[in-house]
């Protein structure tokens, strides 16, 4: 959701003239809060999940399918639903970027403990319950990342044209951007500032029938006709990525520096996750050569001016500063100027390590250019300020990397502010950077500057897929949250080059990556030798990594491992992080039931790296491949698109049941009247007819009876087989005496 603001956004021309001052003081920002709280000590883990859902309406015998946007209504609903005495186990809602999404949390972190983790199914499935519960008759809540005909036709209900200032889109609407003030902003001065539109190309799956289109490379079509005439899936509007739903998860750290270690490591797990769990193989009514939604959203929020972007190989628009909405691009206010090459969005893959825990001299490290070993600007200025603050040399990096952005969304009266007291500059860069992983520092709410949160340092994991049903979803959470813990209690070293991290997110979104990719990958444990937290290792600490690198290995190079090896082992020293993630479920004593659920998980898991389950992706291309309304085309039509909604609605609330995707693995049925705890009242009148409640009482006597019945015939039955199984046990061991006395008898003789 990102970091929403009160009151009018600036236009962009008149938060031209402000930005170097946000800039400059959101590093200020910084810079006193990093003081205020850098030496946090022994914070408890708290960890949560966040599910982004899309609100549609379906017309099955017309065979449609529609935005429904009617998020703002929705969301009230179920805020008002939640009890504020419901805390422990409740959920909470927030907006989300499009009209049709919002976005669901536990109402309050989960804890440290093992039995928390079985907690995260329970609270899916209530959410989707409560979303269900606020939904109209035709409107459905498939968790699925993107909708298939976006931008195609009339697909919003109420029916909206395509256009309008804030996007100028030749396929989608405002109307289907959140009315919230930011999310607008968001979208036009994304666009102002990069002088077009933004232009989003897609490599098309080529069936048996797809047609040649015009070929990839040429400049941003300037009509609808071009537009689909082009064999690149081309779009044009924010909505296409941010329009898209996942699922992430925000861990506390002990520390700052465990925050950092975390941020390294699960930044180089990122691509594994994303192959893992991809599920968008359409995008505008076209299937895709992709599986991922991942190149969609970075290019949809990609800000950077034709001089930033001109550094690649396949750029399309000049550099001389001509913006086709008219007036000029640049400003001295702009980061850079706005002319500094910028390899990356704004959404992308992290472009450096920052944890300073190992030596120079170690063990690969995040402190040598081996893994930190591409170029990433930063913002000189901010870097200055941040080494005069007293911030670390990486670290400083990487928030003066944050600041060769400018901020995007400015609100009135919300510029000169008390950098002591306020750190919302400080976020309006941080939150507008979305990247694989996130590091956070504390909030301002956070008791630690003054507020009443219990919040410290954290990390956020960002790349992975929302899936189609809860149960998936909490096998992914689960795993990422116990691959945190075994990365810290074996002192996992995962180090592999950024290059390597950026290669492997490519790989991550091709057709079928989890079965057909390869990924660069290390596993080793650290030598804590080389530590640099000041107190040597103690005996017994020392004693289990040693035992850890002799059961785990101590490679110091990375190489290409299939996903299957990468969780499983590699057949050599190498054992996976499956069997690492259930040996440190043994070593803490996990209790009996957690372990149970918690292997499920990891069992799913694995089948779904090893193939024996589908990917959403390659299910949902089976399903339109199989679909008989497919044409072998590649594109998407209303009757498929409805009836793969519907069908992925179904799958998530446990009604239809798909072998391919779960295999023997249970899916529970999610009713919306399991979404609110039901009171025992004694005072409120019945709101029902005497003639009802008399046939309520009618149906459960009955019931009463023909279970009394039922009870009965069983315990028969059980008489029975018992006597049964007695009679055979008889003549089991008549049987015996038989041949026995066969064998006996005696043999008569020749005369």
């Known amino acids: 959701m990102g970091f929403l603001g009160l009151g009018a956004p600036l236009p962009w021309k008149e938060s031209r003239e402000v930005i170097a001052y946000v800039r400059r003081h959101g590093i200020a920002q910084f810079i006193a809060l990093y003081n205020k709280v850098k030496n946090i000590e022994n914070d408890e883990l708290l960890w949560g999940d966040e599910l982004e859902y899309g609100i549609f309406v379906v017309d099955e015998e017309a065979g449609t399918v529609k935005l ?39 109402s309050k972190p989960y804890s440290g403990f093992a039995d928390d983790l079985i907690q995260v199914e329970t609270n899916m499935r209530k959410r989707r319950a409560r979303l269900l519960a606020a939904l109209q008759p035709g409107e459905i809540c498939p968790t699925v990342p993107g909708f298939p005909l976006l931008g195609v036709g009339n697909f919003t209900q109420p029916s909206v044209s395509a256009g309008g200032p804030i996007a100028e889109s030749l396929f989608v609407p405002d109307a289907i951007i959140n009315p919230h003030p930011r999310f607008g902003a968001l979208t036009q001065n994304i666009r102002t500032r990069r002088g077009e539109k933004v232009d989003i190309r897609m490599p098309r799956f080529r069936d048996t029938k797809t047609p040649r289109g015009t070929p990839a490379g040429g400049p941003a079509p300037a009509d609808l006709k071009s537009a689909l005439e082009m064999d690149e899936v081309y779009m044009d509007a924010m909505a296409f990525g941010m329009g898209c739903c996942c699922l992430q998860v925000t861990f506390q750290a002990r520390d700052v520096e465990e925050s950092r270690h975390l941020y390294d490591h699960l930044a180089v797990l990122s691509p594994i996750l994303l192959a893992l769990t991809a599920a968008t193989p359409i995008a505008r009514g076209v299937l895709l050569d992709t599986d991922a939604r991942w190149d969609i959203i970075s290019a949809s929020v990609d800000d950077r001016t034709p001089a930033e972007r001109a550094q690649r190989s396949d750029e399309r ?23 500094r090459p910028l390899a ?3 959404y992308d893959s992290i472009s450096s390590y920052i944890c300073t825990h190992l030596k120079k001299d170690g063990p690969v490290c995040s402190t040598q250019r081996y893994v ?41 009266g919300r510029v000169e502010l008390n950098d002591d007291e306020s750190n919302e500059h400080f976020e309006n860069l941080q939150s507008t950077n979305w990247q694989t992983v996130r590091w956070k520092p504390p909030p301002s709410s956070s008791k630690r500057l003054g507020g009443s949160a219990n919040i410290g340092w954290r990390v956020e994991f960002r790349s992975m897929e929302i899936q189609l049903t809860d149960f998936e979803n909490a096998a992914f959470t689960v795993f990422i949250v116990l691959v945190s813990r075994v990365i810290l209690y074996f002192g996992l070293n995962l180090y592999v ?17 989890v079965s057909t990719q390869r990924f660069h990958f290390r596993q080793s444990i650290m030598d804590m030798e080389h530590c640099s937290q000041g107190t040597a290792p103690s005996a017994k600490r020392r004693k289990m990594q040693q035992d850890a690198q002799s059961s785990f290995g101590v490679g110091c190079k990375s190489k290409e491992m299939t996903v299957r090896e990468i969780l499983m082992g590699d057949g050599g020293q190498y054992r996976g992080l499956v069997p690492m993630i259930m040996a440190y479920l043994h070593l803490i004593s ?10 499920s998980y990891m069992d799913f898991i694995v089948a779904r790296a090893t193939g024996e389950l589908m990917t959403p992706a390659a299910w949902i291309r089976k399903f339109v491949h199989s679909h008989p309304d497919y044409k072998q085309d590649s594109e998407i039509s209303s009757r498929v698109a409805a009836d793969l909604m519907t069908k992925c609605h179904k799958v998530g609330l446990g009604i239809e049941k798909v072998p391919e995707l779960h295999g023997s693995f249970g899916i529970a049925t999610i009713m919306a009247k399991d979404a609110y705890h039901a009171p025992l009242v004694s005072n409120v009148p019945l709101d029902r007819s005497t003639s009802q409640l008399g046939n309520l009482v009618d149906h459960y006597a009955q019931r009463v009876e023909l279970m009394s019945s039922k009870r009965k015939l069983l315990s028969q039955i059980d008489d029975l087989q018992g006597q049964l199984q007695a009679r055979q046990t008889e003549l089991t061991a008549v049987t015996s005496k038989i041949d026995s006395l066969e064998q006996r008898a005696p043999r008569a003789h020749a005369v």
């Open 68 to 106: 429904s946007l009617r998020s703002a209504e929705i969301l009230q609903t179920l805020q008002e639903r939640e009890n504020p005495s419901d805390l422990e186990t409740g959920c909470s809602w927030v907006p989300e970027y499009g009209s049709w999404m919002v976005e669901g949390t536990p």
């Open 317 to 339: 628009a000049s550099a001389d500063g001509a913006s086709s909405a008219g007036g000029d691009v640049y400003s001295d206010q702009m980061a850079g100027g706005g002319k």
């Open 344 to 346: 990356k969005s704004r």
């Open 372 to 412: 930190n070993d591409i170029d990433h600007p930063v913002d000189e200025e901010a870097l200055a300020q941040l080494r005069e603050g007293g911030v670390d040399e990486l670290l400083a990096r990487h928030i003066a990397h944050l600041f060769v952005r400018d901020p995007l969304v400015i609100f009135q």
């Open 497 to 513: 080059p950024i290059s390597q991290v950026d290669e492997n997110m490519k790989r991550a979104q091709t057709r079928d990556a």
């Open 590 to 599: 996990t209790d009996s039931q957690s372990l149970k659920t918690i292997e």
